[in-house]
């Protein structure tokens, strides 16, 4: 694949169709790909790859990179093309600016998510069947590609390309995933256990923001938390409160919005199961609202944003029992 | 030398936690982190944690002076409290070089006398890495992972920890669990360490080298056209700042009580918007300007400032960490590449 992604790109380039190509570049070692920019059909055979490490979600980098001069060439995962999606129905990015090519994706691991399952001093790895094969400073080591995958993964929604202008590779379909277990789960406890879960996850949380910065829906200009004229900026949470607070306005305010990258799980240094928020507003939306997926298309009105006389109504809470 | 059997490894950390708090590095939520010793608490098996332990020392918030008003009067309330005595088990010889160059930060003059006194209750008990990490490159910043630096020195095999004080510190810990040890020979610790060298040359990043960074570079690397390629997919989350042992910036705020103001300080980061945030505006306003800012910092400027010191001791930590894989070594062997 990464092969005929490097021949198409030059060729595009060639022949003018684009002028940069946005897509991942190799690092230090075999996991630790950085989204680059290439201009050239010399830099894309130094340094252009695409792997099972190549996760980083690529659609928010053109809110900046469509706006430049020329047109841009990006390739999307099946995932990506929600986002991208997403991001032209909010008129964030210019659409005629990108020229989009759909990759396939059979899921994307990390090295942190791998050593989370033991493995030590990671080499290389090889790919093997449904195995990835880890050469370490320690030995040899065999783990299932099932096992080697992020939760997001082990439950892609989808794998079928919302938007493209060119396809490579086969295309998947919607898949019927088993990703809102959990959320079900937590539904589940009593409101006492499911403050301890929460606040045994956020108590870890360093503000970092990492989150917030790769979320393709945390798009605004200026983050309330970041600006010092909002009465609220804050670099740390002074309390349990504020942690909470962070979370808890991030998640609504890109409710109906997020499409369940799972970015934000991905890069949290702390490993906070930030996608079990997202969800539950998702499978919220889809019960009161009917079923919806952010960044299905571009042009639909999002249930939070839209009227319409079956709408809940906020007696729901009690109906509820406001216990879930 | 001293010896224990890993078999009463609970038993020494009782008796450490006897007469002052003890925290050691403990699994929470899949990651490692320091805790505070309770029975039955067990040590990771991850090389670090996430966190580094600058945190003893330099917590995230902290608070500095409280105002309280009563009618037209304003009280000042100093909010320190004596910070207790306290242990930190297990730390890494990387991190226990950064707190040198904490140091080198906060003890010169104007001393700073909150991380002062948190520096002098706290005691250092190192670990010798065994098993290092492909992100590891400590010994580029003349680190010894098998023998770090501390109050007290540590060694763990299979079967044993071996123990060696240091300092006057280092001492008086010791006589408090001296009866749980034997004595006994180094010839255990001498072979773990060849075994580890062994490994530690076999490091991806062994080779690396941030010397031609030091030299009479400022304005060539300041300059560099790579500044924008590097920084290009920067997030500019944090992340990097927040995981490093040695960042050392923090923000003054002020928390507003209602009938007072809690002043405190704050971890901050110069990857952020408002860092360099002033009346008149601000002077970095890119990403490429404050990207450039961090690795400037501890590459070139604080070696400028502190006898060729470098501001990073190669715990990896941004290197794991980072959301886009970008960090302190493929920036410096770029700007490297540019000099030669
Ligand atoms: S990425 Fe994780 S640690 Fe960072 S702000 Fe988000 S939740 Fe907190
Ligand atoms: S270098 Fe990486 S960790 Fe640091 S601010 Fe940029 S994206 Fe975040
Ligand atoms: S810059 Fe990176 S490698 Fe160096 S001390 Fe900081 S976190 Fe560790
Ligand atoms: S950086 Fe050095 S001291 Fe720190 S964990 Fe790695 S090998 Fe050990």
Known sequence: MQGMMIARAGELLENGTVTRVLGWQTGEFVYDITPAVFESAEELEKGFVYNSFCGNNLSKYLIQASRKEGKILVFLKPCDTYSFNQLIKEHRIVRENVYIIGIPCDGKTDGEFLKAKGVKGILGIREEGDNFVVDTLYGEKTIAREDALPERCRNCKSKKHMVYDELMGEEGEVLDSHRFDM??????MTPDERFAFWRSQLSRCIRCNACRNVCPACSCEKCVFDNPQSGIAQKAAADSFEENMFHIIRAFHVAGRCTDCGECSRVCPQNIPLHLLNRK???????FYGEYQAGEDTESRAPLTNYTQEDVEPSIVYTRGGNN | MLKLSLKKLDELFAAMAQSQALYIPADNGGQAQYLRWAPGMKMTAALNTVRSAKDFFFPQTEGLVNFKMTGKTIEVIDPRTEAEDFVVFGVRACDARSFSILDKVFLVDPVDTYYQNRREHGTIVTMACRQPEETCFCTSFGIDPTHPEGDAVCWMTDDALYFEAVTPKGEALKEKIASLFEESDDAAVKAQQ???KAVLDRLPLHTFTAEPLGGDVLMKVFDSPSWKSLSEACLGCGTCTFVCPTCQCYDVRDFDTGNGIQRFRCWDSCMYSDFTLMAHGN??????????????????YFPANNDGEYGCVGCGRC?????????IVKVAKCLEGELK
């Open chain 2, 194 to 196: 060849a075994e580890t």
């Open chain 2, 283 to 300: 002077s970095r306003n890119s990403q490429v300007e404050r990207f450039r800012q961090r690795f400037m910092h501890k590459l070139v």
């Open chain 2, 319 to 327: 290197l794991a960490k980072c959301p886009i894989s970008m960090n």
């Open chain 1, 281 to 287: 507003f998702i499978k919220d939306i889809d019960t």
């Open chain 1, 183 to 188: 959320v079900e789960k937590l539904e589940a």
